[in-house]
């Protein structure tokens, strides 16, 4: 863990089921069970920081920018812990992928979005 990220040679990263404001549920690691709001992701280390998962204690020292203590911050975990709650059945899945049209100004643009394998409700907007 304590490996520089900076150090790494950037890989040529996937497209990633998990996207920022999606509720994800936590399947592995000490926050298993729970779900959290997704505040951002980072495709090139494959994780995402989760709201209240992942809860981490940071030591800071006193500087310009306010007093030290102790402060807790979300830290990264892994995309693969964690899968996607669909915001309309509520259930725990692997998105699937719909293709549809945007009509935009006459023009016609096809588009993918990530679509729900129970409900069948997109999980993108067009
Ligand atoms: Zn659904």
Do not use: F, W
């Not at 399947?27 to 920081?49: H, Y």
Request: aromatic residues 0%; proline residues 5%; positive net charge.
């Amino acid at each position: 863990m304590a490996k520089d990220r900076a150090q790494v040679k950037p890989k040529k990263h996937c497209r990633l089921r998990v996207k920022k404001n999606d509720t994800v549920y936590v399947q592995a690691g000490k926050d298993r069970g729970s779900e959290g709001k997704v505040i951002e992701v980072n495709p090139m280390t494959n994780r995402a920081t989760v709201q209240g998962i992942n809860i981490v204690k940071r030591h800071r020292k006193e500087g310009k920018t306010g007093g030290g203590g102790i402060t807790e911050m979300p830290a990264p975990i892994h995309i693969s812990n964690l899968v996607v709650v669909c915001p309309h059945c509520k259930a725990h899945m692997r998105p699937g992928k719909k293709t549809v049209e945007r009509r935009r100004d006459d023009q016609v643009k096809i588009v993918h979005v990530r679509q729900c394998r129970k409900c069948g409700e997109q999980l993108d907007q067009v």
